[in-house]
Nanobody
């Protein structure tokens, strides 16, 4: 079971940027697709971004496309989410996720991080 630990959340003004990191344990990190999800108060958890095991293919929610970039460094067992042009509606707890498969198209998450709070002030 891969363990995930997020960091990099915080308070930022609208229009600002943050970079989230997710450190994964285990030697099989580079076998799995990875993703980011978020959950705002009173709302369900929603998909934000994902990328395949080698970073060769990515996917984004329409609400973040063009503003957020997901990437990974398999040598460091880490996945990142660079968030630019942040909006108050991006405020949420952001969760790192490890998919069951090498490709995110399968859609099955096998492990979740504990989450990191991102708050965007207007």
């Amino acid at each position: 079971q891969v363990q995930l630990v997020e960091s990099g959340g915080g308070l930022v003004q609208a229009g600002g940027s943050l970079r989230l990191s997710c450190a994964a344990s285990g030697r099989t990190f580079n076998r799995y697709a990875m993703g980011w999800f978020r959950q705002a108060p009173g709302k369900e958890r929603e998909f934000v971004a994902a990328l395949n095991w080698n970073g060769g293919s990515t996917a984004y929610a329409d609400s973040v496309k063009g503003r957020f970039t997901i990437s990974r460094d398999n040598a460091k067992n880490t996945v990142y989410l660079l968030m630019n042009s942040l909006k108050p509606e991006d405020t949420a707890v952001y969760y790192c996720a490890a998919y069951r498969d090498s490709y995110y198209s399968g859609g099955v998450v096998r492990s979740w991080g504990q989450g990191t709070q991102v708050t965007v002030s207007s």
